[in-house]
């Protein structure tokens, strides 16, 4: 029988997760150690410039491990739960989790990356997340399923968001309009400014809309994500649409970020765009390592 690719596809999942309060406060704190970003941009900043993140171990708990299998297609599939605590003084609104899977004689035999996981978890608080690294072939264990073992790692990020302001849709596809402030956000990155255009309408009626941001990365450090979004707004001030993009961005590079969207021409008439952007700052990390024991049918 052919394999059915979806159903083998490892993918970014991201399962329904319960915040909770931590029973009891802990005694002992992680230590931490930072070091400041020199900021050499000569934009002007909106917010008061904010240091390098300190970073520290937090608490992690597996609470369920198991793998089930092989199917009739010779594969294992796993279920992981953990709880992750924010031993942090930051508000945490992102966790990213890679894992490697290891068979009996700690050979690598798969796993997932950059999985991310939406999050709001105050200081004090705790979240639980299922993992799942997807499918792997039983023959890489050896027939030693009950000696597989997976190694997880969870980084913890706190978010600084900026409303960067709002710029005109142009009224004709021949047309295009700027946004013109320059915005440094933390000291970390620089926003410079922004250019709307659109294309003529389709077939259907519809026209394409798209902004481009730039934004440089002006530390030594690397940044993990930059959010840039725009919402679409028309002249009673009800949404339209709204469009996203993100990437890392390496020290002392700069980067192009797109969005876009279709409406009817007629929606876009006198209408506006908010654009905001969000950068991400490591807070604290994880790594455990467990065995996983073979569930229920």
């Not at 300190?54 to 796993?78: A, C, H, K, L, R």
């Not at 639980?128 to 997880?152: A, R, T, W």
């Not at 919402?231 to 009800?238: A, G, K, L, P």
Request: hydrophobic fraction near 35%.
């Amino acid at each position: 029988m052919r394999k059915r690719a979806a159903k083998k596809k490892a993918t970014r999942k991201k399962a329904t997760r319960k915040v909770v309060k931590k029973a009891a406060e802990k005694t002992d704190t992680a230590k931490f150690t930072g070091q400041s970003f020199v900021v050499i941009s000569d934009t002007q900043s909106e917010s008061l410039p904010v240091t390098k993140t300190p970073q520290g171990e937090v608490d992690m708990e597996i609470t369920n491990f198991t793998y089930s299998g092989p199917d009739s297609d010779g594969d294992i599939s796993w279920d992981l739960n953990a709880t992750v605590n924010n031993d942090t003084e930051h508000v945490v609104e992102l966790i990213k989790t890679s894992s490697l899977v290891l068979n009996a004689d700690n050979i690598c035999v798969g796993g997932s990356y950059d999985d991310e996981h939406d999050e709001f978890i105050d200081p004090g608080d705790s979240v639980s997340m299922n993992l799942n690294p997807g499918y792997i072939k039983e023959s890489v264990f050896g027939g030693q399923l009950d000696k597989n073992k997976m190694i997880v790692n969870a980084a913890l990020f706190r978010r600084e968001f900026n409303k960067l302001g709002e710029m005109k849709v142009p009224e004709d596809y021949t047309d295009c309009t700027f946004f013109e402030t320059h915005t440094n956000i933390g000291g970390i990155v620089d926003i410079m400014g922004a250019t709307c255009k659109r294309q003529e309408p389709d077939d259907d009626g519809d026209v394409s809309v798209g902004v481009e941001v730039g934004v440089r990365n002006v530390t030594d450090s690397y940044i993990e994500k930059v959010s840039l979004k725009m919402v679409v707004r028309d002249e009673e001030d009800s949404n339209i649409e709204e469009s996203e993009d993100y990437y890392h961005l390496a020290p002392h590079t700069a980067r192009v970020f797109s969005m876009s969207m279709y409406a009817k021409a007629g929606k876009l008439r006198n209408s506006t765009i908010r654009l905001s952007a969000a950068v991400f700052f490591p807070v604290g990390y994880k790594t455990i390592e467990a065995t996983a024991e073979e569930g229920d049918e």
